[in-house]
């Protein structure tokens, strides 16, 4: 399976309850930490993926492909409601992270 | 998390992979090249590189095909050394991308543990941390295997691919933007299938070779093939010679298509990328790690001084000295 998104920048004014503002982020920094410039295997034995950005930086394109496995319908899979469930593991950091 | 509504999904679809190639990737008038002629799966990054490669090894063999003073070319034969050779490097390209794949793809948390633990340690050691980032360019670049009826002279080293590296003009500084080696000697100017490159150890060694080359001759038909007019004169461990220093008769003359460059090192490569004109072009300029300024003689050969390249930078023969040259310029045409 694999997916396009294309990103826009949250901002303090957009979205004011996002926590890295307190600690002295920029929008530019948050998209770099969330999307890093390098492409990445993600080896999980249970569903191994692969993402990174295509395209020019400024498009803020990023790709993420995963497998689908035997017994599972590939259309399914990539319904936004089922995709989410996988990927967005990977964009919700622990707060001990930055501290 | 990042918020979600920072996020616009252009596409999301299953896609399924396999690795095939045509037993045949031409017939008549008809050529499958590039995703036409074989598929890959994605982890190699291999899929597009193999596009590029059989298009340029496919152009010159075009050029050749469609050349009106050519009447004795056997196309059939023309083209299916073309996908001959583009089959054999397929298969390296397929090993290293199921490599990958299966590094990536294990299903079993005990061996995936173990490859984590194994990758971990291997990046302690330098050199076989870079030994891993070579992955399948471990073995070096890649090499035709001679079977009957390909383009290259085994028995001169031919098959190989010419390595590129850093280059500068004879008498001038580093360029502010990078150029290599091929840049030169496959310049917009110069026109033939077979490229003549001279390997030189300093300037003094110009007008050897300049003697050399004359002394070859040639019969007419082999324009579209060869003309030593558009040779290129590589010359070895010298830094920036001022203007006055290199005499004329090392020049080459306005009026030829000759191109002679040196061979730039690390330290000078990284130094013109500091110089303001450098810096305005703002163009990108990597480290230069683990880069060999002697690639070419390493892979080659220490000992040759003469090589025919081919277009699609495959060596076609490298040569000691002018005689083997005289043997190789003589065998082009049972080769074509």
Known sequence: MALNWRLTLPTPASHPDFPLWRLGYTPEEVYDIFFPQDFNFICDPTRPSVCGRFGRTEDRLWRFEFVVKDGEDGNVMATQEEASKIIFPYLTHKGSRYQ | MWPSDCIEWI?????????????????????????AAHVFPPFGGQGIASGFRDAISLSWRLKLATDPQNTVIDHEALLQAWYVERKQQLERSLASTVENGNFCNEPSR?????????FWIVQLVPSWKHELQLGGRREGMTKYDWEPGLPFLPQFGGGKSF??????????????????TDDAIFAPHKTTVLQLVALLNSVDDIPTARVELESLSFSADKSVMLDLSEATLIVHNTATLPTSIFSPSQKASASSAE?????LDAAEYTAAGLTPAALATRFPRPEPLFYDPDRIRRDLGWDKKYVLVRWDRFVFASCKDVDELREAVAAIDGCF
Do not use: H, M
Request: hydrophobic share 40%.
């Open chain 2, 110 to 118: 005990l061996k995936a543990s173990i490859r984590n633990w194994y």
């Open chain 2, 163 to 180: 390595p590129q590296v850093f280059s500068a003009p004879i008498d001038g500084l580093a360029p502010p933007i990078p150029e290599f």
């Open chain 2, 259 to 263: 191109s002679i460059i040196r061979v």
């Open chain 2, 11 to 35: 596409r999301s679809r299953p896609f399924s992979f396999s690795a095939r190639s045509c037993n045949k990737w031409s017939l008549n008038r008809t050529i499958l090249c590039g995703d």
